[in-house]
């Protein structure tokens, strides 16, 4: 069992613990924090070392009737976090799993700052940030409210920045399914924060399973954004028409941003958006253009290097107005890609893997695929820093396995190799064996299969091969010698096939021809070969 530590009033993970789980390992690092359901830790994967989880420990159930609440509420972030990892703006789902009685789920861990803290620090945003950002968790909503998925927590706290300037929906807990199937689910019994709420909820904290609810936050943290502080909720419970009138003299808003927020944040349900993808719609018409992609993630699997490793794509599209244009560059020499260059707002880039471009073999080689759109200008004719995502890509190349090939040999069926000499003399010759694999092989010579002359009628016997048996490193070449004595042997040429088989199974089968030449065809030879 592992050793925790007191944090607050509850016992947590210490670092340097171990938590196994289905596939690997995590050592916790740090605490980030606790919630009212469990607590967040940074770890490490043991595989993958150079990648940071966020371990999320849920606290286990203190009464055995706690026990199913708790089982359906990790059930459900498990199954959105899965869902929402397919979209850039949501961290990448990594797994979920049971261990010393207690619920796991490990994300990616979202470095950077939250909005609420940039927006208290730097407001007023400039209108560049609160557009691409807008942009961001538009299509973010729009993606899950296409799986049927109401986040039902949107405020600044769950949305962080990167350092790249990415924005990032967190924190699921809270999420519900709705629609077609979901007629019967409880509702989550979680209260919102005051000032991201909608008028329509009930008093006692209920929350409704409506796709609106989300789109009265996303206004409010549009507003926020502007304003620095959220909408008045009082205001707004009074149905009053100036709710919005103040953010229109702001210098980082516009008629049409504060049109749309003003919709978003009716009183009127039925007069909001829709869903996420409608408000997306007429953003659009004011927003820049935002680079986004479809997979933050490639993994290649754990593949042979001598096999075929099927490519993957990655998909680019301008999820803001406008047109975008941009490069693809490869950071490792092993990554490669199909174009460098991209214009228009929607594109596809293969990926492939080159292993003959790298010799890691046996652990997880991981890469960075960067991908970034060229400098935009503002309003003001001032050029906006590009976008940039990276793309990790990730493999397990193991060696291939130990191959030989006779290097004097090409061809199939092979040409047999010939060995001359004059009768009464030894005859010997040489064959090398490379290994073209990527590990040490062990071979013998296990016979040598002797066949009747051509025209003499006897046997062939006496034919030596040495060394008999003996290991070729990966790379290397291994010499072995043939050789007989011809005392015994009349004038002509005489078929062999030495037969060399592997521990892998690998069976060669190498055709010599031994040609025994009279002593006076010999000198003949000789003679002729000095005139």
């Not at 007191?6 to 789980?21: I, N, Q, T």
């Not at 592997?502 to 002729?528: E, H, N, W, Y």
Request: proline residues 7%; hydrophobic residues 40%; charged residues 20%.
């Amino acid at each position: 069992m592992a050793k925790r530590k007191r944090y607050d009033d509850v016992m947590l993970l210490a670092p340097g613990e171990d938590v196994p789980s289905h596939h690997t390992h995590y050592t916790i690092e740090s605490i980030v924090g606790t919630g009212a359901y469990g607590a967040v830790y940074i770890a490490r994967d043991i595989n993958m070392p150079s990648r940071q989880i966020a371990l999320k420990e849920f606290f286990p159930a203190r009464h055995p009737r706690d026990q199913a609440p708790l089982q359906a509420l990790f059930d459900r972030e498990r199954m959105v976090g899965m869902q929402a990892s397919s979209h850039p703006l949501m961290p990448t789902f990594y797994e979920a799993f049971q261990n010393d009685g207690n619920f796991y789920i490990a994300q990616e861990f979202i470095v950077g700052t939250t909005l609420d803290a940039i927006i208290l620090r730097r407001h007023p945003l400039p209108r560049e940030w609160i557009l691409k950002w807008s942009v961001s968790l538009c299509d973010a909503l729009a993606f899950l409210h296409s799986r049927q998925i109401i986040h039902h927590d949107l405020k600044p706290a769950n949305i962080r920045i990167t350092p790249q300037g990415h924005l990032v929906l967190l924190d699921f807990g809270a999420a519900q399914y709705f629609g077609a199937g979901h007629e019967h689910d409880k509702p989550v019994e979680l209260y919102g924060t005051e000032g991201y709420l909608p008028p329509e909820l009930e008093a006692d904290g209920q929350w409704i399973a409506d796709i609106r609810t989300d789109i009265f936050a996303l206004g409010c943290i549009l507003y926020e954004m502007i304003a620095g502080v959220p909408p008045d909720q009082e205001q707004i419970n009074q149905r009053s028409m100036y709710v919005t009138s103040s953010l229109t003299h702001r210098p980082n808003a516009d008629l049409g941003l504060v049109k749309l927020i003003n919709r978003a944040i009716s009183y009127n349900t039925d007069h909001r958006y829709a869903n996420a993808g409608e408000f997306l719609e007429d953003l659009r018409e004011i927003a820049p253009p935002v680079l986004l992609i479809n997979r933050k993630n490639l993994w290649f699997g754990n593949v042979n290097s001598g096999q075929i490793i099927p490519p993957m794509t990655v998909k680019l599209y301008n999820a803001g107005g406008g047109e975008i244009r941009g490069e693809v560059k490869s950071r490792a020499p092993w990554i490669v890609v199909s174009a460098h260059r991209f214009v228009g707002n929607t594109h596809e880039v293969t990926v492939s893997i080159d292993p003959a471009k790298t010799k890691e073999r046996g652990k997880a080689l991981t890469g960075k695929l960067e991908i970034s759109s060229d400098g935009q200008e503002d309003s003001e004719g001032n050029v906006v820093a590009s976008d940039r995502w990276s793309v990790e890509c990730s493999v397990t190349l193991q060696p291939s396995p130990g191959l030989l090939k006779v290097t004097e040999q090409e061809g199939s069926p092979p040409a047999p190799l010939v060995f001359s000499g004059r009768k009464g003399q030894s005859i010997s010759g040489t064959l090398h064996l490379k290994n073209v694999g990527e590990m040490p092989i062990d071979f013998e010579a296990i016979q040598t299969m002797e066949t009747i002359t051509g025209g003499v009628g006897k046997p062939l016997e006496g034919l030596c091969v040495s060394p008999r048996e003996g290991t070729v490193e990966a790379g290397q070449t291994f010499t072995i010698t043939v050789a007989i004595s011809t005392a015994a042997l009349p004038p002509g040429i005489y078929p062999a096939v030495v037969s060399i088989r592997t521990r892998g199974r690998q069976s060669l089968s190498v055709p010599i021809s031994i040609r025994v030449i009279s002593a006076l065809d010999f000198v003949i030879s000789k003679l002729g070969r000095h005139s």
